[in-house]
């Protein structure tokens, strides 16, 4: 009972002493589990400039289209440093730094906090001891409107998902999640079909409920070939080509009014469309970079494309 007590009254001691320090604004992160970041001789984070990097293009390549399954198996494939010098990395690490506000130079202390002094035993906070966020405690790694953007975007994302009955954005395949289908709203998946005995692989994107059950047709929709997806898209990016200027001032006077996501977003188009006359090849990283989804109507080719900027326009190939 004693034992149970002085536990207690240490528990309640060592908390309180917690968080007087967090008052003060002293800061506490243990920087060895934190990519980026290293403890001076005083005790304050600096930015450890190798990892900082990584960070930076964990940022730019969610903001680029990719996915957080993706991200990971790229940094795992180029065998890329994690905090503990293994090249290991697990795409909820990914999620938790896209989500970190320690990188925007910002941190939220006593996200957990000591139940039990004797155990050690720490919980997480929810609303039981104060949190404090504490605004500019130390140098930011990540520019404050990319971290905002990457916030927005993982919203989209989520919406997007909600809307259209998908477990996960996999954007390992340039149109997985983006080709969706106009009679039953739902994503199309890829299949290879052979022909001719096998010799003629053909790829092929069909609406995920058509033969969701064996032996009954679940959609009536058709599918279209990967390489009408390919056309359309290149056709679109050619039309933002041939009017250039038009598209150039329209998304710089849509710059001012908008939220950190499509500021990144309109600064993107135009960084990626002012220099260059593109060649009529498709192009997996641009689609990637500014293809939101293309709702299929038919299996002619006729199809309604939007951009990433907001742009829609339909396209009717004739294949
Ligand atoms: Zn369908």
Redesign the pocket.
Known sequence: MLRQEESLSLSLNSTWGVRRRFEQGKVTINEKKFLGYDKDSEGNLIINERQAVIVRRIYKDFLDGKGTAHITRELEEEKVKNWNGTSKWYESTIKSILRNEKYKGDAILQKTYTVDFLTKERVKNTGKVPKYYVEESHPAIIELETWEAVQLEMERRKKFCEEHNIKKLDTRLPFWGKVI?G??G?VYCRKTWMNDGGKNKRKVWI?S??YRTKGVKG?D?KHVDEEVLKKAFMEVVNVLVENKQHFLDKWRAELEDSNALKQYRFKMFIRILEPTSMTGEFDESLCLKILDQIKVIDGKGKMYITLLDGTSMQCKNNN
């Open positions: 289908c009679v039953c739902t609406c409920n058509r959609c929709s």
